[in-house]
């Protein structure tokens, strides 16, 4: 699948998808300005923990996130999101990695863990074990990722990569500044 995401200062940024079979999804998110996008950080962590079962995957295998979120606003209550399958142990084990505080220097792997491990237990899920090796991955692709994102110029752009699935991979990241 293609994967484009636009970074268009003073709006939502948005996020564009070429699936395998040509169809096509798209949605916009409240923008972070330079910090990344929690639909890019999810693709990130999700290569790096090796998780094919998580928003991304699920995206690859032709769910679309702008209808699954407006039946959920529209519906509302705890399974408002029944929209991503019955089974979403490894979508919520995902957000939970998604959810984690990357940037911040003063914070360890094993503190990372920590916090993961207790977000997890709040909704009802097991800790993985701890793997240093993904960790480490996880921690270099968002740098990366989080440097190229900031440098798109004031005006925005848009970032670019192509992502395979099973297993779930992402190409190089490519910038194309307004």
Do not use: C
């Not at 709040?122 to 440097?147: E, H, I, K, V």
């Not at 848009?158 to 395979?164: A, G, I, P, R």
């Amino acid at each position: 699948m293609e994967l484009r995401v636009v970074r268009t200062p003073g709006q939502h940024d948005r996020v564009y998808v070429r699936l395998d079979d040509g169809q096509e999804r798209s949605w916009s998110f409240p923008s972070y300005g330079p910090m990344l996008p929690h639909d890019l950080v999810h693709l990130l962590v999700e290569v790096s923990f090796g998780l094919e079962d998580g928003f991304w995957g699920r995206v690859a295998a032709g769910l679309d996130p702008a209808q699954i979120n407006a039946e959920a606003k529209r519906v509302g209550g705890k399974e408002k999101y029944a929209g991503f399958g019955q089974d979403r142990a490894e979508l919520i084990l995902a957000e939970g990695y998604a959810g984690l505080p990357w940037s911040a220097p003063d914070l360890d792997d094993d503190t990372l863990y920590a916090t993961l491990g207790e977000n997890l237990r709040r909704m009802g899920q097991p800790t993985p074990p701890f793997d240093a090796a993904r960790f480490a991955a996880a921690r270099r692709a968002l740098d990366d990722a989080r440097s190229l994102w900031a440098s798109l110029n004031p005006r925005g752009g848009t970032l670019s990569t192509t992502v395979s699935t099973k297993p779930l991979r992402v190409g190089a990241l490519r910038l194309t500044p307004r």
